[in-house]
């Protein structure tokens, strides 16, 4: 089997940004829950509370994921996380558009790393508004697989976060959190809501605090830091786990440019878990 047979494949999704789902991520996000009106924009990557993955019970695998196979190359690595993503937003999607989205394997590349094989796929999606040819967002969007965990496996280094910032907001994640995101996003992903599963099979501490939840968060800090701000492009980097078993902060320095933000999540101890770019208009 050669996975990068898969490159090019292509899936195409329809939906309608509706209201309700925006008045829910604003309450999870402990801001005000209102019903927006249509024609209202939607906040940098909340265009990911729609084209949900919507597999049959039936078609999911033990860690809560579809099974292997399908659009996304049948990688053998039992375990999957999101390690990063780039966008480039074009025009603003809005409260009411129907949307199309059109997404492509860009790459599959197979490494080796320092526990063992390692798969990266990237993921170009496109939206676009109904009845327009023109890109509203690009998205890229990297997926890591890997091994199970050995009993010799020695963590990497942490990476230390900057010891300042202009922004800073904590957050103390737990398992209704988790849910509520979950269950937003419909994302089954055992790690993120089955302490037993993540402990016991996994071989981590506690459950995974979503790493898109994480990068939300780091733009809901320079949205409500500078709501007059357009976000042009944006990207993100998943260092290290957080898990829910202490709290984290996310943070934000506008630098000299008066154009480039940079974020960063660190955990409870300060060590850095995502780094973040974002650049304005």
């Not at 898969?6 to 999704?13: L, M, N, P």
């Not at 394997?105 to 790393?113: A, S």
């Amino acid at each position: 089997m050669n996975l990068k047979d898969w490159i090019g494949r292509s899936d195409e999704v329809s939906d309608v940004a509706t209201a309700t789902p925006y008045a829910a991520l604003s309450a999870t996000l402990d801001r005000p829950a209102e019903r927006p009106p249509t024609g209202t924009p939607l906040p940098p990557l909340w265009h990911w509370l729609y084209f949900l993955p919507l597999h049959r019970q039936s078609e999911l695998g033990p860690d809560g994921h579809a099974k292997r196979g399908g659009f996304l190359p049948p990688v053998p690595l039992p375990r999957r996380m999101w390690a990063g993503s780039q966008f480039e937003f074009h025009k603003p999607l809005a409260i009411g558009d129907a949307m199309t989205r059109t997404s492509t394997i860009h790459d599959v590349t197979e490494k080796t790393g320092r526990t063992g094989p390692l798969v990266f796929v990237k993921v170009r999606h496109e939206i676009r508004r109904d009845g327009e040819s023109d890109v509203a967002l690009t998205e890229f969007h990297d997926i890591v697989y890997r091994e199970a965990p050995k009993p010799d496996d020695v963590a990497p280094p942490p990476k230390a976060a900057p010891a300042d910032s202009a922004w800073e907001t904590r957050w103390v994640p737990d398992d209704v959190l988790l849910f509520r995101y979950s269950a937003l996003t419909f994302n089954g992903h055992r790690i993120h809501y089955d302490r037993r599963y993540v402990t016991e099979v996994e071989g981590y501490p506690g459950l995974i605090v979503h790493g898109p939840m994480i990068a939300t968060l780091l733009l809901d800090l320079l949205r409500h830091r500078m709501p007059e701000a357009r976000v042009a492009r944006y990207e993100f980097r998943a260092v290290r786990p957080v898990f829910d078993i202490a709290h984290f902060f996310v943070c934000g320095e506008p630098q000299p440019d008066g154009k480039t933000i940079r974020l960063w999540a660190k955990d409870h101890e300060g060590w850095l878990t995502m780094e973040a770019t974002a650049v304005i208009e």
